[in-house]
């Protein structure tokens, strides 16, 4: 009997969260198309509002309280999505303006195939390790464990990666 009124309430739950979206989507769509300028971006985030608010809405004692809490959730995504665009925006002009590692106005188209070839021709785990380290900067520890092998192990890969590529290149 216990999951015939479950499946009871949770009917009547999905058809007052249907009543309000019904109701207030619309209203905090153009809210949301306002503060952010783009209708697909508005819709998505009124639908991620109505997510966050759907788990507590049960508790809701006053109907018409909803509409101020859809519109501060509203409120808040569309910050949520303009400080992740920025700190987006931010971290690729960073990128754009750093040099390329190690390239210089002499490299060469030629030189830099060459070195992409020698570097596929690598077996995996040297090539990813070299990859890890100095391409995606990362830490001996944090390349080592992103290979799922140690320090000692990531050095080795590396050593050997690195030994084979400059005998490549250097032919």
């Known amino acids: ?41 508005a819709e998505d985030l009124v ?34 999505h303009g400080r992740r665009r920025n700190l987006e925006r931010r971290r690729l002009e960073e990128l754009s303006t750093r040099p390329a590692p190690h390239a210089t106005d ?17 077996p995996y785990r040297q090539r990813a390790a070299i990859v890890l380290r100095y391409y995606a900067d990362l830490s001996e520890a944090q390349a080592a464990e992103a290979l799922g092998c140690g320090p000692a192990a990531l050095r080795s890969l590396v050593a050997r990666g690195m030994q084979t590529l400059r005998e490549k290149v250097s032919r």
Do not use: W
């Not at 007052?16 to 697909?40: F, K, Q, S, T, W």
């Not at 966050?52 to 809490?69: E, H, I």
């Open 1 to 41: 009997m216990e999951v015939a009124e479950s499946s009871l309430e949770t009917g009547e739950s999905l058809r007052r969260l249907e009543r309000l979206y019904v109701r207030h989507a619309g209203p905090a769509i153009r809210l949301a198309y306002l503060l952010c300028g783009d209708r697909h971006l």
């Open 47 to 80: 639908q991620d509002a109505f997510v966050r608010l759907a788990g507590r809405f049960a508790d809701l004692r006053d109907a018409d309280a909803f509409q101020a809490y859809l519109r501060r959730t509203v409120i808040n995504q569309a910050k949520m």
């Open 106 to 122: 002499t490299d060469s188209v030629a030189d830099r195939a060459t070195l992409r070839a020698a570097l596929l021709a690598l």
